[in-house]
């Protein structure tokens, strides 16, 4: 299995414009997770899905950002408008059930 | 409200040496304690996870202890080797249905040759 694939890799963007991160999660995997992390305040879970629905957006932090899992293979996560103090690495996890996280290399996100 | 304290921050030791890493929290609730390694510019890997009920976990040079009582794991790496250089990640799962992660901040490893 080639592990969690997440993409784009880097994204370099202006203030307003939209942003769309995706990631494709371990084949299998019935959870998926969304992650940010900053130097101020280190990892922070964003949402996470159970079975392609939503079951935690508590972390999610405005009404910018949003989650979708149309299927078991296909996640994204979008920020519309997008804002400097978005700038940040947003990273896609999945896992079974209870078991280890498994998570992706991360998309690194700068907002000029 | 569950927090999570690495500590050190940071660590510099020589090949060869056996060391520990601290995580702390602060709520005994847990339901397992996961530590990650994160190379510079990369995302976590998984090292090792303990679940409430086990007292330690072992892969290869990695053993990791788990004391709920206390709110406290140690990971210790015996014989340290430059290529473990990276940062230790340890994070909490909640005892409730959540499968949230609370992380701490880290320690920053770096084995010198």
């Known amino acids: 299995d080639a592990g969690v694939i997440q993409s784009p890799r880097h994204e370099v963007t202006e203030m307003g414009q939209e942003v769309t991160l995706r990631c494709k999660p371990i084949?299998?995997?019935?959870?998926l997770f969304w992650y940010r992390q900053t130097m101020m305040r280190g990892l922070e879970l964003l949402i996470y899905?159970?079975?392609?629905?939503?079951?935690?957006d508590s972390g999610m932090p405005e009404d910018r950002f949003s989650a979708k899992m149309p299927n078991a293979s296909f996640s994204t996560l979008k920020i519309q408008p997008s804002e400097p103090r978005d700038s940040a690495v947003y990273f896609c996890a999945s896992s079974l059930q209870a078991g280890k996280k498994f998570f992706g290399p991360g998309t690194r996100l700068t907002v000029l | 409200k569950q927090e999570v304290t690495q500590i050190p921050a940071a660590l510099s030791v020589p090949e060869g040496e056996n060391l520990v890493l601290n995580c702390s929290f602060t709520d005994s609730a847990i339901y397992n304690l996961q530590w990650f390694r994160q190379d510079p510019g990369k995302g976590l890997t998984s090292l090792l996870l303990?679940?409430?009920?086990?007292r330690e976990q072992t892969s290869g040079r990695l053993n990791a202890s788990l004391d709920k009582s206390s709110g406290r794991s140690t990971l210790y790496i015996a014989a340290s080797q430059p290529g473990d250089s990276a940062t230790y990640l340890c994070a909490v799962r909640r005892v409730d249905s959540s499968y949230k992660l609370i992380f701490g901040s880290g320690t920053r490893l770096l084995v010198r040759p």
């Open positions: 084949s299998g995997h019935d959870y």
């Open positions: 303990i679940q409430s009920s086990q």
């Open positions: 899905f159970n079975n392609n629905v939503p079951i935690d």
